[in-house]
Each structure stands twice: as structure tokens, then as C-alpha cells.
């Protein structure tokens, strides 16, 4: 079954609880007080009126600061007095206000915050009041008491007394009760949950920004407010200020939720939507000029304004939404209906006098609205509480699809990132193929190159010792070139220790004793195959100089860490440069030039230095590895 349809059925059932609750009917065992003199505090009792209760006397007299005296009709005996004496003789009094008190045989038994209207807020008539008359009190005979009833008026709040029972206390009490819950206990649950509600909506709405959570906070904070200020609450300040509120909120109240239905139902601007704008803007000077004229027929008019626009936009949802609503906005629609249907009932009931022209007026004067907002309140969190869901399936759909559409993106580049690897390795090869080729046409080619013309041209005469060193140079270049392809990349005391076993047997051939020192150190990351063959090229380079040059008897290799950065340093103890000038080690020949190409291709600065005897050539490796640029001109 929809949610509207038994929605419908519920609410149905509950304003008709609401009648069955408010019905006008006896208490058994106690009298029905329904008529009263009154005079007002200036007036003598031979001036007296004689009224039927309920009395509205402000609507009366039209004077909101006069204080007007009713004397109750004291019931005739019957033949089934109860006996007061052991059971208590009580006084309930469902409505009387704003302010009040009570007398019984000229004694004052109640009152209710019977004080300069000016000093605080406080309204009587929200409750219903229970006076007990003491036994003591009582006249010898029966016809003889007294009981009166004093009101204080106040501007704008309707003052006066409704038909009071008489009765045994502990009767009177059980109904006293029971009417306290429904205008005071029910109001004030309510109060709290439309504060909780409504603080949640705001909550929903400040980080979605969506108006409809807006709209339905607001109106939910207005609702606890109005209510609020409906319950038999002191609270300390002028009556007017608070009064002044409690009227504003219910306007924006109804303004705030017509704007939440607008918003649920999608209703473009209307004609309808301007007009609740400008009754909301409009209400705070309304009721400024209420407050001036002190008329109250401008808040009839005003509430009945108020009634109408929520019955004209309500018909025209219902006539917007009967094709193609969904099942929120036609649950809104019965909810919605069924709260109007109290708050007609309260603003006849209450502002018009409706049950009080029939002299009915009793326990009617409930209000209908508080429950009536509650069915509301609940529909609106419902709503709520749906579209949030809602948007959680939406987030979470949309999430999956998200993990979808990033699963297949994180295939394809994975798919791509494969390719591209591919592809590297395969540009890596070239690169070394052509390394390879590079070298062994430089290194080995040309040596075998020498040697093959050697041999032609020498014919008989060859001299086997020069074929000899010419194939040991080219042995050399090859072995060279496979050490180059060991994996050593960056393991710089690892390519240190083959240079020493290339090195070592001309080291010894030309009587030069060699000092190792090289520790370990930390690896170079950019140093790769074609860095590890650069390297052996300085490095050969560097100790061919010192064989043939440098006429030394001792070669030191060091390697050390500073200031963040490898040091390789190979120094002789030789002849030098013949000088202490530093100005042939910023140019040099051809050698020192290409020495400076391969350092920079290998990520590596050079630096050459007088040692005093000999030479220390220094390579320094950086973190960075070398540039494209130098790379290719190597």
C-alpha cells in the first residue's frame, strides 16, 4: 500500500481521536458553572452583566487595560451532595487569562502571575487550572458561597473565562490531568522535536546547499519557537516584545513550509510563491503597526490572510501534482490537507469564536494545530530522510561507477605504461648496440685495423713484438668493452677493482707502485653502462698519461664522501705540468677536453690540481644525472 494511502487512513483516524478528545461532555459527580455577572474593576456589582460562559470580555469591552470581575452562579444543592469535608471541593477552570486570580467567600485561594502586565511574559490561558477550596471556607449554608473569578487584560491576547467545573477534587483532578497533557505536555514534546529536527536540516543544508533542507529548517525552528512561547513559560522582559515574536513566527512558519512544499513539488515561480515572499517580508511591519493601533481585528485579519494563501496553495499542488506525482508529494499532500483541516478548526474555534457563539466552548478549546503540526513535522523528516537516502544510493552508485570508470583508466595507462616500457627497453638497446658498435669500431677495430697494416706492409721484415703489443692493445679495448656490460652500474669500487686489474700489469711493467685506497661508498644511481664505459675511458686515459709522461714511481687511488657527493681521485707523485700555473688545467689539449666530455656525459665534474710533486685528477659524482644534451655530444 503507497505511503499516502495509509498515511491518509492514520490521519483520518487521529482528527477523529482529536474530536473524540476535545468532545463536549460531564464530569460526572461535579456542576457545570455556565453563567457569571461581571463587572469591570470600577464598576459595582449592582452594574453587573450577566453573561454566558465561555465570555470573551476583551471582544466585549474593547479596553485591554481594564481588569474585569466574574461572579460565578454558585450550583443549587442536590440530593447527592458529595461530602467536601473528606473528599476536597475543587475549581477547574479549563481556560482564563491572560492573568488571574480566584475568590472563595471573599478569600483569595489561586492566582496567576498576578503582576504589572509590563514585567514579564506570561499567558495563562495556554493550560488548564485546577483551584482547591478549602472546606474551611465553605458558607453554613450551601447557597450562600461565593466564587469569583478577576482577569487581567492584556493588549492583544484575548482575555476571559470559559464554562468552569465544580466539583469533588480528586474527579476534577483526573480530568485536570488529562487536559494538561494535551495543552501543555503534548505542546512541549513537540517544541523539542521540531528544535532537534530542525537544527538536523540545517546541518543537511549548510554543506549540500540544497534550499529544500533549508526551507525545512527554518520552518522547524520557527514551529519551536511559536510553540515555545505557547506553553505556560515566564519568561522576563516586556509582554509586547514577546508577544510581537510569537506572532512573527507562526507567520514565517507557514511561509517557510509552503516554501518547502514549493521546493519539493519543483514549482516554477509563481504568483502564488511572490505572495508568501511578500507576506513574510511583510509581517514584521504588520505586526508593528498591530502593535501601534492596538486593534485586534488586524490579527484576524491577518491570521485569516494567512489561512487563505495556505488553502489557495495548497489546492494548487493538488491540482499541480494530480498527474505524475510521485508518492512523497502525494503523501505531502494528504499531511498537508489534514493540517489545514486543524488549523481551520483552530482559527474558528479560537480567533472567530466558533464553539463560543454556541455556547459550547468547554474543553474544545484545545488546540488541534500542535498535533496537527507534529503530523507535519513527521511527513517533512520523512521526506528528509528519503531524499538523503536517496542521495546516499545516488553517491554510492555514482561512486561505483567512478571505481569502474578508474579501474579501466588504470588498465589502459597500465596498458600504455607497458608499451612505453617496451619501447624504452627497446630504444635502451639501440642505445648500446650503437655503444657497442661505437667503441669496439674505435677501440678494437682500430687497433686490428693498425696491426693488419703492419703486417702488409712489413712483409719478411715484421717485427713480431710491435704485432705483439698491437693485439694486446686490441685484447685490451675488447675486455674493455665486456666489462663495460657487467652489471656494476653505479657500484663505483666494484668498476674500481676491475680498472685495477686492467691497470695493474702495466703499472708493474713500468715499476709504479699503486695505493689503494677506495672505500666503499654509497652507489651512484645514474652511473650505467654507458657511464661505467666513460669512466674506463678517463680512467685509461689518466693512467696511460702517467706511464708514458708523468715519469712516476707511485700512484695513489682514493675515493671519499663529501658534502653529499662521491669523490674519485687517482694523483702521482711525477713530473707535473712544470709549473705551478693553474691556467693549463682550465684549457689543456686535446686529452683534458675529452677527459671533460666524458666526466660531464657520466654525471661528473672534473678537476685537475698540482699535487707538488705529480698530479691529482678528481672526479666528483652529483646526485643529478647528466643532461640529454651532454649525452648526445659525448
Known amino acids: 500500500m503507497p505511503a499516502y494511502v495509509w498515511a491518509g487512513v492514520l490521519l483520518l483516524a487521529l482528527l477523529l481521536g482529536l474530536g473524540y478528545a476535545t468532545r463536549l461532555g460531564t464530569v460526572p459527580g461535579a456542576w457545570k458553572i455556565s453563567q457569571a455577572d461581571v463587572v469591570l474593576a470600577e464598576q459595582t456589582w449592582d452594574e453587573a452583566l450577566t453573561v454566558a460562559l465561555p465570555h470573551d470580555w476583551d471582544s466585549a469591552q474593547r479596553r485591554w487595560d481594564d481588569e474585569a470581575h466574574y461572579r460565578l452562579h454558585w450550583p443549587a444543592a442536590s440530593p447527592d451532595l458529595p461530602d467536601f469535608q473528606a473528599r476536597g471541593l475543587g475549581l477547574l477552570i479549563p481556560r482564563a487569562g491572560v492573568r488571574f486570580k480566584v475568590l472563595f467567600n471573599g478569600e483569595w485561594v489561586a492566582r496567576e502571575t498576578w503582576r504589572d502586565p509590563n514585567t514579564g511574559y506570561f499567558d495563562a490561558s495556554v493550560q488548564t487550572h485546577m483551584v482547591l477550596l478549602p472546606p474551611s471556607l465553605l458558607a453554613p449554608d450551601w447557597a450562600d458561597n461565593q466564587l469569583e473569578i478577576h482577569i487581567k487584560g492584556q ?3 484575548i482575555s476571559g473565562v470559559s464554562a468552569v467545573w465544580l466539583g469533588p477534587a480528586d474527579t476534577l483532578w483526573k480530568h485536570h490531568q488529562w487536559l494538561t497533557w494535551w495543552q501543555v505536555n503534548l505542546t512541549w514534546m513537540v517544541t523539542a522535536a521540531a528544535l532537534m529536527l530542525g537544527l538536523l536540516s540545517l546541518l543537511v543544508w549548510m554543506p549540500s546547499g540544497e534550499r529544500l533542507y533549508g526551507f525545512l529548517g527554518a520552518s522547524l525552528l520557527m514551529l519551536a519557537v511559536r510553540l515555545w512561547l505557547s506553553t505556560p513559560a515566564y519568561l ?90 510521485n508518492a512523497q508529494q502525494r ?68 561512486g561505483l561507477e567512478l571505481a569502474e570508470q578508474l579501474r579501466q583508466r588504470e588498465e589502459a595507462l597500465h596498458n600504455v605504461y607497458v608499451q612505453l616500457r617496451s619501447a624504452e627497453n627497446q630504444r635502451v638497446l639501440e642505445a648500446e648496440r650503437r655503444r657497442l658498435t661505437r667503441d669496439m669500431h674505435d677501440g678494437l677495430g682500430s687497433q686490428l685495423v693498425q696491426t693488419l697494416n703492419l703486417v702488409r706492409s712489413s712483409g719478411p721484415m715484421l717485427d713480431s713484438a710491435t704485432v705483439a703489443s698491437l693485439l694486446t692493445q686490441a685484447l685490451a679495448e675488447l675486455r674493455m668493452t665486456l666489462d663495460s656490460l657487467e652489471p656494476m652500474e653505479g657500484d663505483l669500487p666494484a668498476i674500481l677493482g676491475t680498472v685495477r686489474q686492467r691497470i695493474g700489469p702495466s703499472l708493474q711493467a713500468a715499476r709504479i707502485e699503486l695505493d689503494w685506497q677506495v672505500q666503499e661508498v654509497p652507489g651512484i644511481a645514474h652511473l650505467n653502462a654507458q657511464g661505467v664505459m666513460h669512466l674506463f675511458r678517463c680512467l685509461q686515459e689518466v693512467f696511460a698519461n702517467i706511464v708514458k709522461h708523468a715519469q712516476a714511481t707511485r700512484v695513489c687511488v682514493s675515493t671519499w664522501v663529501a658534502d653529499g657527493a662521491v669523490h674519485l681521485r687517482v694523483c702521482d707523485n711525477g713530473t707535473g705540468f712544470g709549473g705551478t700555473s693553474d691556467a693549463v688545467f682550465t684549457s689543456g689539449g686535446r686529452g683534458l677536453h675529452n677527459l671533460r666530455m666524458r666526466a660531464a656525459a657520466m654525471g661528473a665534474t672534473l678537476s685537475i690540481t698540482q699535487a707538488l710533486p705529480g698530479t691529482c685528477v678528481t672526479f666528483r659524482f652529483g646526485t643529478h644525472a647528466p643532461t640529454p644534451e651532454n649525452e648526445a655530444t659525448t
Open 155 to 157: 493588549a492583544l491576547r
Open 236 to 325: 522576563p522582559g516586556p509582554f509586547a516584545a514577546w508577544d510581537y515574536v510569537h506572532k512573527l513566527t507562526f507567520t514565517w512558519y507557514c511561509g517557510f513550509t509552503f516554501l518547502f512544499l514549493a521546493e519539493l513539488f519543483r514549482f516554477r515561480p509563481s504568483r502564488v510563491r511572490a505572495a508568501v515572499w511578500a507576506m513574510m517580508g511583510v509581517a514584521p511591519i504588520w505586526f508593528g503597526l498591530l502593535l501601534w493601533s492596538q486593534n485586534y481585528q488586524l490579527n484576524r485579519a491577518w491570521n485569516g490572510l494567512i489561512l487563505l494563501l495556505c488553502v489557495v496553495s495548497l489546492l494548487r499542488e493538488i491540482h499541480r501534482a494530480r498527474w505524475g506525482a
Open 331 to 398: 503523501l505531502m499532500v494528504v499531511v498537508c490537507l489534514a493540517t489545514m483541516i486543524t488549523g481551520v478548526r483552530d482559527f474558528w474555534v479560537v480567533q472567530m469564536g466558533g464553539l463560543g457563539t454556541l455556547g459550547v466552548m468547554g474543553d474544545a478549546d484545545i488546540r488541534w494545530m500542535t498535533p496537527g503540526s507534529l503530523m507535519l513535522m513527521f511527513a517533512m523528516g520523512s521526506v528528509m530522510l528519503q531524499r538523503i537516502n536517496t542521495s546516499l544510493e545516488s553517491t554510492e552508485q555514482r
